[in-house]
């Protein structure tokens, strides 16, 4: 079913404002998923804000959680570390990659970050910024990035919208990092994918994203294989 701009616009602009309702601090790392019984073959990191960290429900019905399960069904022995923090802004994201790099040392990272800074009004110029900034500090520490790309409430004006939705692709062409174009095709304004408040996704909704997102992971796991360099 086609999606409705003005329903797009009116569950974006309520979700990326209730981001900020969760009541862990931006600043306060994120906890720790505990090692799996089995020798991983590799880590993958999800940073973003309450979209990846799972507002709203268990921490086991969030994506990440939801992906390791899959991808270890599929017999690739992958952790997937939450690294979601709500409210974060691609400012913040920045701030502490080199925490996540040092502390969490992924061979993948999926970054999905910058719709706060929209909601914000904040420069596109600015999102982009950072997303280079990080993206090519993940790939001098041979970390294989996919970047989770977001869209802006329309009522922002076409040029922000429009030059929001291009900060996505340009990073990703720059630097040869893989897109999710829209992180939540699919999810965002069903009903049946959402919570009740009708703004973040539900187990259900969460289960669609990775179905959506699952071919690049591959992709990016089969590489890392290839490579076989864990840090």
């Known amino acids: 079913m086609p ?34 019984a089995n020798q991983t073959e590799g880590v993958i990191v999800a940073m973003g804000d309450s979209l990846t960290a799972g507002y709203g429900v268990d921490e086991s019905e969030a994506y990440p959680a939801q992906l390791q399960a899959r991808l270890q069904a599929d017999g690739f022995r992958w952790k997937v570390i939450n690294a979601g923090i709500s409210g974060e802004t691609s400012s913040g994201a920045r701030s502490r990659l080199d925490w996540v790099l040092d502390r969490l040392k992924p061979d993948i990272v999926i970054l999905t970050t910058g719709a706060n800074d929209g909601l914000r009004g904040i420069a596109p ?42 900060v996505y692709p340009a990073v ?55 490579r076989g360099d864990r840090r």
Do not use: W
């Not at 973040?200 to 997102?213: D, K, L, Q, S, T």
């Open 3 to 36: 999606m409705r701009p003005f329903a797009l616009n009116v569950l974006l602009a309520l979700a990326l404002v209730a981001c900020s309702d969760d009541p862990r601090p931006a600043t306060t790392p994120p906890p720790i998923a505990a090692d799996t």
């Open 125 to 166: 110029k600015v999102v982009e910024e950072n997303l280079l900034a990080m993206v090519r500090r993940l790939q001098t520490r041979r970390v294989i990035t996919i970047i989770g790309g977001m869209k802006m409430v329309g009522n922002l004006g076409a040029d922000y919208t429009e030059s929001f939705a291009a």
């Open 172 to 226: 990703a062409e720059a630097t040869g990092a893989r897109l999710i174009p829209f992180f939540l095709e699919g999810v965002a304004a069903e009903k049946r994918y959402n919570l009740p408040d009708g703004i973040h996704p539900n187990a259900a909704g969460y289960r669609r994203i990775v179905e959506g997102i699952y071919p690049t992971i591959v992709e990016a796991v089969t590489e890392a294989a290839r």
